[in-house]
């Protein structure tokens, strides 16, 4: 890899990917601080909704503490330049949410599907287009589809009005090579931007990410000390300091960005974004990355490892929404002892 | 990257390197509990010494809470299969130090020199050589070397008789090309075994492992947790699961490994291996590892941002030994707020 002084766009998740780390308990005030901080550091983009997107706030994906709209409203009144990025998952978000995201301020939408449903997607992709936002298709557990199928996916958002689309490695399970291949063929059968957001269970989030990059990938996913789901995400302001180091040009000043990661979020953030025993497994075995805590809960209450609980789901390519399966495949394991 | 079924040898370093992030203060049941746990997994060596070698308990480089050569003894004694390795570093460590180590138990020695100063370790060499021991060249801060003077002092190790050369990277400063270069002209220029030990400051210590077994490397060092100095180590449980995915063959064992570091290592962590300001940049700036809590001390007596001493250091080209300097600077900054 060479300098290129090529422009990368950076778009920080960490109002959106950390809210499962947080327990979708964001605060106001802690929204603000974090969308103050990106702003002041030259962030282009940073996403605000539930982890589950707009939406999610349910029992079955986890109550916000404070409703996502009043985030947004917040967040956007704190940027000077700054846009904020809304994640839309089709039948968990309606239409109606992405109207009212867009009245208090959101710029973007990333319409996300599992990485074989894109087709679900086409209406919202069309409001997006329609509302004026930058929109973006979104292809979660990018790991589980064979190249092929993932370029045909990226291709139906393409043609639905898609300005960018990302291949998206939620359970972190994606190697540098997988990566490259990914985004190669991306960019060789598209004509639309190409984005990519890693998770760190395997740590290689950042490996991944430079693959990504070489491949041809411009849009880049990271957050502030990695908070969020499994062992999180790039770590925003480390790849700052690397891109610099390799010569892309991202307009991010490296110490405000680190001050916002280590004197805001490092001070709220519940516990330390390490890789341990379920965020390991989750990347060896390829589980959705928001399933953790789901299952530790499952893993304790019917005393079964929480690596089993999750080989066991990886076995069955469990992908997001079937969080019921957890609590299935705990008691089946509890039942077989 | 593909399956090859090649054995790569894994060389743990958590009781060696992780003595810096504990100050130097393991104790004898810490270690034994963490021998018998990688003895356990498979693991086939693993290094006890204190962080900055044998004979490093000082002043200068923080007292030992317990004496090495009991912590050696203590970990051999645990062993069934396990072979332990020790830290020499010419100038700190004597070849007393090394001969006593033996008596304890140590079967390898890795005799380390800033990655110029090869010639000042042939006797050691010769000397590990003559006891017995499989004797490693160990070539630190290999980041601020250019590839021929590299390839140069790990000849000289080669001709001093080192069975494998290590390229190490010692400020976690190294990205993944410059990785795969420095190994590759190893690989290309030596007869011996190559070897790697990377640092996270940068979230790539995963990447250059990967950058490095792909460029011929054969013997890679990690830790449980990633415990070491600044960011810590590749975090080995991880590396265990990545190299299986990737097809490599360890012969360690996945829920062993993990649960040493979950289960042991975890517990009595003082605090999680993060990327923080400090630690990123000496990735960034290129400063050795273990100066960070050097630093931090420093940056708080003089009231100034430890990120300006570390870049200062870096441009200073601070190395081991040079640990004096971290005041001066501090003290320097001070003076010219």
């Given at each position: ?40 550091a ?60 867009v ?50 996916q ?15 490695d939620?359970a ?12 190669s ?8 931007e ?73 001070k709220?953030?519940?516990r330390?974004?390490e ?6 497994i ?9 399933f ?8 304790e ?34 039942k077989?002892?």
């Open positions: 890899m060479t300098a290129t002084q090529s422009k990368l766009h950076l778009l920080d998740v960490t109002l959106r990917d950390g809210s499962h780390s947080m327990k979708h308990a964001f605060t106001e005030e802690q929204v603000r601080a974090v969308a103050r901080g990106l702003d002041t030259g962030v282009e983009f940073f996403e605000v909704s539930h982890g589950d997107g707009l939406g999610g706030s349910s029992l079955q994906y986890g109550l916000s503490a404070v409703d996502e709209m009043k985030l947004i409203a917040a967040a956007a009144e704190e940027c000077k330049q700054a846009k904020i990025s809304v994640l839309l998952l089709p039948g968990i978000g309606i239409q109606e949410n992405l109207e009212e995201a009245q208090a301020g959101a710029k973007m939408v990333r319409v996300a599907t599992h990485v074989t449903e894109a087709d679900v997607a086409k209406q919202h992709i069309e409001l997006g287009r329609k509302l004026g936002l930058k929109t973006v298709g979104f292809l979660m557990m990018a790991h589980m589809a064979p190249v092929e199928k993932l370029v045909e990226a291709k139906l958002f393409e043609s639905y009005g898609a300005e960018i689309v990302y291949a998206t939620s972190g399970a994606l190697l540098p090579h997988e990566t490259r291949e990914r985004i063929a991306l960019r060789q059968h598209l004509s639309c190409i984005g990519f957001h890693g998770h760190n269970n395997l740590s290689l989030a950042m490996a991944n990410t430079l693959a990504a990059i070489e491949a041809g990938a411009t849009y880049i996913d990271g957050s502030l000390r990695c908070l969020g789901a499994g062992s999180g995400n790039t770590q925003t302001e480390v790849m700052v300091a690397v891109l610099d180091r390799l010569g892309y040009r991202t307009d991010i000043a490296l110490y405000p960005i680190m001050d916002v990661a280590n004197q805001v979020v490092a709220f953030m519940p330390p974004q890789i341990t025993g379920g965020s390991l989750m990347g060896y075995s390829g589980v959705y990355s928001s953790l805590l789901h299952t530790q809960a499952a893993a209450k019917f005393n079964v490892d929480e690596r089993d609980i999750l080989i066991e789901l990886g076995r069955r390519q469990a992908v997001g929404g079937q969080e019921d399966l957890i609590v299935e495949v705990a008691s089946m394991l509890a077989n002892r």
